[in-house]
């Protein structure tokens, strides 16, 4: 490639946002990159390259991309220019109302909702599927990395406006469209003790899947991208502890402490720290031992001969072993992911008896309503409200 034919295609600006992009393909869906090149602006790639630097995590960066990336297609889609920065009142009180819409309305009035003209632009622009309003919980998402790319830019936004969280509050409440869990099923006990049971062989895979399901439920319920990102340096040994506290002659079982650094609700700065004890220390002690793994990422890649990887697992790979282990516990894996261990373990703490603070302090949740949602939905079926009629 000669100088000038180098120059030109640098010049352009689709393949020099690309390029630029290439520097973020360890967090970026890179199959994606030219489709991201044509939506995003040169503002936009500076601002995703700032966050990577600012040690944004990277489940939270590649959110903020998709989303930004689907802004930006809508501004152009309604308003045939790029997405302004501060946004406007008016722009995005005419977001929600393109995205959380009433079908039954929509029936006798056409311009209700998402004008037809948007709706086939964004289809044919692949960033549209849906036919109807969209849930209601990912306009609140695309809402709230509106506002975060606002406050890292240095703007105010306008998403703490009254009419906006009237309007937003409004919408949702005349959504018809049921909330969905990102588990169908919550991994209990009785489930993970099935899960558990796919691991008895001496395949070092079970080694590592064991150790993964037992740290992830009881750490309080980690997060796959947590799992998966979870380093030796994160770990430290603490004082065993006694099986009944209560008794002065009682077994102790191994503890550790988890470090858990940047999480998606804390930051690498706050003290987020929970504690292993019993099997799950075993396990885990068992495979870094295996692994023969003194430092860096503990949960690694195995190739087929049975070689550990240098490679971290990735959250989506975390994911992949909880479905892959449902199946084999003949479980329907369409109806498990990786969340439910998080759910799992407040549902399972509810039945225990566990109360909600100290279950809250393992799990790290931050929203009472939260974590509560868990314990309400674990306490609805043994309950006798929905017995009545039988």
């Known amino acids: 490639m000669d100088d000038v034919t180098s120059h030109a295609l640098v010049s352009d600006p689709e393949t020099r946002r690309a390029l630029q992009l290439d520097a973020l393909s360890a967090i970026l869906p890179m ?40 802004l930006e297609g809508w ?3 309604t308003t045939c220019a790029a997405l302004p920065w501060p946004a406007p009142v008016s722009l995005v009180l005419k977001f929600v109302a393109h995205h959380l819409w009433d079908p039954a309305k929509r029936e006798t009035d056409p311009q209700h909702g998402m004008p ?15 036919d109807g309003p969209h849930a209601p919980s990912t306009v609140k998402r695309r809402l709230a990395n509106w506002g975060t790319l606002h406050r890292w830019k240095g703007q105010e936004g306008p998403f703490a406006s009254p009419s906006l969280r009237s309007a937003l509050r409004l919408a949702v409440r005349a959504s018809t469209r049921p909330r969905r869990r990102k588990s169908k099923r919550a991994v209990t006990r009785d489930v993970l003790d099935r899960l558990l049971a796919t691991c008895s062989s001496d395949r070092l895979a079970d080694t590592r899947d064991l150790a993964i399901l037992l740290l992830a439920f009881a750490s309080g319920g980690r997060r796959r991208s947590e799992v998966a990102r979870l380093r030796v340096e994160q770990i430290s040994d603490e004082p065993a502890v006694a099986l009944d506290p209560r008794d002065p002659k009682s077994r102790t079982l191994p503890c550790v402490a988890i470090h858990l650094g940047r999480t998606k609700t804390g930051d690498a700065n706050e003290a987020g720290r929970v504690l292993l004890v019993g099997p799950p220390v075993e396990a885990l002690r068992e495979w ?3 692994a023969d793994i003194s430092k860096g990422p503990i949960f690694r890649a195995i190739d087929r001969w049975e070689a550990v990887e ?9 994911n992949l072993i909880v479905k892959r282990r449902c199946a084999l516990a003949g479980l329907e894996a369409r109806e498990f992911s990786a969340h439910g261990l998080r759910s799992g373990y407040l549902t399972e703490a509810s039945r225990r008896g566990v109360s909600l603070p100290e279950a809250m302090q393992q799990s790290q949740h931050r ?8 314990y309400n939905e674990a306490d609805r079926r043994l309950g006798q409200a929905a017995r009545l009629g039988v």
């Open 116 to 130: 037809a003209e948007v709706a086939a632009d964004l289809r044919d622009a692949l960033l549209l599927r849906a």
């Open 310 to 318: 240098e490679r971290a697992l990735t959250p989506q790979s975390i």
């Open 367 to 374: 929203s009472v309503q939260q974590a509560a949602s868990y």
């Open 31 to 70: 199959e994606r990159r030219d489709r991201l090149a044509e939506l995003l602006t040169d503002d936009d790639v500076e601002t995703l390259k700032h966050l990577a630097r600012e040690g944004m995590g990277e489940n939270t960066l590649r959110a903020l991309a998709s989303d930004l990336a689907y």
């Open 288 to 290: 870094v031992e295996r």
């Open 75 to 77: 501004a152009q889609a």
